[in-house]
Antibody
Framework: QEQLQESGPGLVKPSETLSLTCTVS?????????WGWIRQPPGKGLEWIGS???????YYNPSLKSRVTLSVDTSKNQFSLKLSSVTAADTAVYYC???????????WGQGTLVTVSS | QTVVTQEPSLTVSPGGTVTLTCASN?????????PNWFQQKPGQTPRALIY???NKHSWTPARFSGSLLGGKAALTLSGVQPEDEAEYYC????????????FGGGTKLTVL
């Protein structure tokens, strides 16, 4: 059964870079699909961050594009998110997810809370 | 900037029918926006319900259906159950040279 699991620091200081990794089990990310990130600030709605194909092609939320970097490590069956210059507004539960071409996220990780605070 | 709008809240009686809508400030929502719908209950991960306007996932209950209605994407729940009380989010695709997805603000559905 395919599963996704986020990992990374739960606390990041303002102006620093948030780094998260999603480990995929039960499926090879080099086979197909887009692999992406979504976040949800406490008590608020969902925000799509971006997605990456196993080949490395990416697409991003225009409002976050200047601060986001996505990457894939097929040898570890993982993909990663880096969000630079974070502020308190970046405090959120971050989800990793899998989606097909023109299909929204179908399989989600359980999410991980990242708090931006000094 | 693309903004996707949903009703902030709706209330429905058990056994009733309710329609949630999803609009884009860029114009009428068409099948080319590949509308998706998600359900999220408190403290839980979102669950995908509908993709590509009206396609159900294998786990989607039959009482949920998707469509296009009056220039918007729509999610209709027929024969609402108490367990359908949740937040519902739509997701639209924007194509072009730099494609991206955009979530709506969500609709809080109360079953009362």
């Amino acid at each position: 059964q395919e599963q996704l699991q986020e990992s990374g620091p739960g606390l990041v200081k303002p102006s620093e870079t948030l780094s998260l990794t999603c480990t995929v089990s039960g499926y090879s990310i080099s086979s197909d699909y887009y692999w992406g990130w979504i976040r949800q600030p406490p008590g608020k709605g969902l925000e799509w961050i971006g997605s990456i194909y196993h080949s490395g092609s990416t697409y991003y939320n225009p409002s976050l594009k200047s601060r986001v970097t996505l990457s894939v490590d097929t040898s570890k069956n993982q993909f990663s998110l880096k969000l630079s210059s974070v502020t308190a507004a970046d405090t959120a539960v971050y989800y990793c997810a899998r989606n097909a071409n023109h299909v929204g996220p179908t399989i989600w990780g359980q999410g991980t809370l990242v708090t931006v605070s000094s | 900037q693309t903004v996707v709008t949903q009703e902030p809240s709706l209330t429905v009686s058990p056994g009733g029918t309710v329609t949630l809508t999803c609009a884009s400030n860029t114009g009428a929502v068409t099948s080319g926006y590949y509308p998706n719908w998600f359900q999220q209950k408190p403290g839980q991960t979102p669950r995908a319900l509908i993709y590509n306007t009206d396609n159900k996932h294998s786990w989607t209950p039959a009482r949920f259906s998707g469509s296009l209605l009056g220039g918007k994407a729509a999610l209709t729940l027929s024969g609402v159950q108490p367990e359908d009380e949740a937040e519902y989010y739509c997701l639209l695709y924007s194509g072009g040279a730099q494609p991206f997805w955009m979530f709506g603000g969500g609709t809080k559905l109360t079953v009362l």
